[in-house]
């Protein structure tokens, strides 16, 4: 069974902190990983990764995935306050159709206190 | 440009009844999303239309959920009779073209509205 695994489930943090997030991963006919970012809104996208060791960075988020251990990370460095919120990893896998298929992880709830 | 409308914004209902959300997509965009996100989960498509026809409804529970686009503009999401497990935020999105095989969580070129936080009790 396809499945996604987020790690921690909740994070509480100081403002000027670091954190890491942690996505694995058990998922066949593997396309890409996203990351999300989640307010009281729908979710906002925050990265696509296809290949293995290759960064992406925006701002003071990075993040970068592990193919062959099946994982992701997604740095914030210098949380602020307005980084409080629920990252969610998703997995796209191709099972064709009109839509692919998004599996998600319950998400990090993060709490970034000034 | 005005965004994805959705109303309401909360409903609480008592099991068994039921309940509409209504969603006005971005003006031209032919392609229109719903979506259902559990507390602890991400978001679950429900339906796609593509103008006023209906692309993928796989994952609708159909003995409960209907949906329509009439007109290719406006749509509605109907609940009947609820369920406590209803209880949910209920998504709308649209995209001004099919995504071809991608979802719009994935493409900067679609776009959600607020969302319908819904309460079965």
Redesign the interface.
Known sequence: EDKVVQSPLSLVVHEGDTVTLNCSYEVTNFR?L?W?KQEK???T?LF?LTSSGIEKKSGRLSSILDKKELFSILNITATQTGDSAVY?C?V?ANY?????N??????TKLSVKP | EAGVAQSPRYKIIEKRQSVAFWCNPISGHATLYWYQQILGQGPKLLIQFQNNGVVDDSQLPKDRFSAERLKGVDSTLKIQPAKLEDSAVYLCASSPRSLEGRSPLMNTEAFFGQGTRLTVV
């Open positions: 890409s996203l999300y809104k729908a979710p996208f696509m969610l998703a796209e064709g159709g009109s839509q692919g998004l599996i998600f992880g319950k998400g």
